[in-house]
């Protein structure tokens, strides 16, 4: 067995290493790696034992049957429940076939619901990038990205998802996209020398990049540092998965209701049969007569109509593209007073499109919105008229120039701005959604020259 090979395999892994507050050959060293070679394919697959993948924890999956259940226990729905057995003692059996009819159906519509929810949400976990190219034994392989292991020397170039927690341990103007963990809408700029105090926000760390975060600019090699939920993300994740659920608004309210009709009906049952006992009834027809009046003041349509009101408002978000778990929450989003929210990529689609450009003495105004690659170039007289909301729809200026009709001067710079880019243009998950991998303003200008149809060697950077 080589020298180093035994080295790592013997030696502990640093579970309290701040990598950014160590030079490079000290993280490198810490980790029992190497910056040339990476990791022995042996020790990789023995540390992937250790540790276990590079993936987030999920919840544990619920039986349906249990998911099923879960529909039936709120107060109401057992009240129902109650007044459906009344009603079956008493002979009622058209009052107990309909009362059973709306739970049941009541139940189903929540549960499919969520159903298609949770199916949507396990579509979207289909975005994480599968595979990373890592050097393990001197050589460059591509591995599932489950597969990383700290230790792990990864190369990364414009575009690439970063698929675990990892120190640079080179950079060539790197800059990557963070918006996803931090908020920070503008890329971020990377430098592999610099040694960062140990208190330094997560934000700040110039020499670090994180799962779930995207190589805007540039070709980088970094040494991983964390994998799975002992990343930046995986904290997160823990964190949410720690929180305790809360009833929502609608949840109390009908909890209210229940305990009012559980009240009102006992205190009806009580009056009634008192009452009648004291007016010389028999005890019998007493008791039947109260317990008819009690089911009676059920609301058996009350769930039902909730849960179909709920259900076509959760359509409705569907359709503009807004995915709810849980039934529910719908009515949450209703309660809303006031939202904390950050701007870009919430209340903005965190995207760049160029709108004017001028060659010469030429103006033209750019039509498209976001990175769709579909648009055109319209003449103009001036920026203001290229910028207006409303522009005019008559004349010259409303004209769309053909794409094989662009003057030469336009075009040359189109295929300047396509050819000095590092970016690549995707479908996004969406269907008539489009996204950039890479610098958001590289991505602009490569959108812009695919409008005027001057792909050229940008082609194999257009993901069909």
Known sequence: MPADESRQAAAPLGDALLPWNLPVDEVVAGLHSSAARGLEPAEAQRR??????????????????????????????????????????????????????????????????????????LALRELAAPLAKVVRGGEVLAVPADELVRGDLLELEAGDRI?????????????????????????????????????????????????????????????????????????????????????????????????????????????????????????????????????????????AVVTLVLALGLERMVKRQALVRKLPSVETLGCVTIICSDKTGTLTRNEMTVRVVLVGDAIYR?????????????????????????????????????????PDDLRELLAIGVHCNHARVTPGATPNSWQVLGDPTEGALLVLGLKGNCAGSADNRIIA
């Open 48 to 121: 992937l034992q250790q540790d276990g993948p590079n993936e987030l924890a999920h919840a544990p999956q619920i039986p349906a049957w249990r998911k099923l259940l879960q529909q039936f226990t709120e107060l109401v729905i057992w009240i129902l429940i109650a007044a459906a057995i009344l009603s079956g003692l008493m002979g009622e059996w058209i009052d107990t076939i309909a009362i059973l009819v709306i739970v049941v159906a009541n139940g189903l519509i929540g549960f499919c619901q969520e159903r298609k929810a949770e199916r949507a949400v």
């Open 163 to 303: 698929p675990a927690d990892a120190r640079l341990t080179t950079a060539f103007s790197v800059r990557t996209q963070e918006s996803a963990l931090t908020g920070e809408s503008v890329p971020v700029e990377k430098q592999f020398e610099t040694q960062l105090e140990g208190s330094t926000p997560l934000a700040e760390r110039r020499n670090m990049v994180y799962l779930g975060t995207t190589l805007a600019a540039g070709k980088a090699t970094a040494v991983v540092t964390a994998t799975g939920m002992q990343t930046e993300l995986g904290r997160i994740a823990d964190l949410l998965s720690t929180a305790e659920a809360e009833p929502t608004p609608l949840q109390r309210r009908l909890q209210e209701l229940g305990k009012v009709l559980v009240v009102a009906c006992l205190g009806i049952v009580a009056v009634i049969f008192v009452m009648e006992l004291l007016r010389g009834g028999e005890l019998f027809e007493v008791a039947l007569i109260s317990i008819s009046l009690a089911v009676a003041a059920v609301p058996e349509g009350l769930p």
């Open 366 to 406: 750019v039509t498209g919105v976001g990175y769709e690659p579909r648009g055109g170039f319209v003449p103009v007289e001036s920026i203001a008229a290229a910028v207006s909301p409303q522009p005019a729809a008559t004349g010259a200026q409303a004209a769309e120039l053909p794409a094989s009709g662009l």
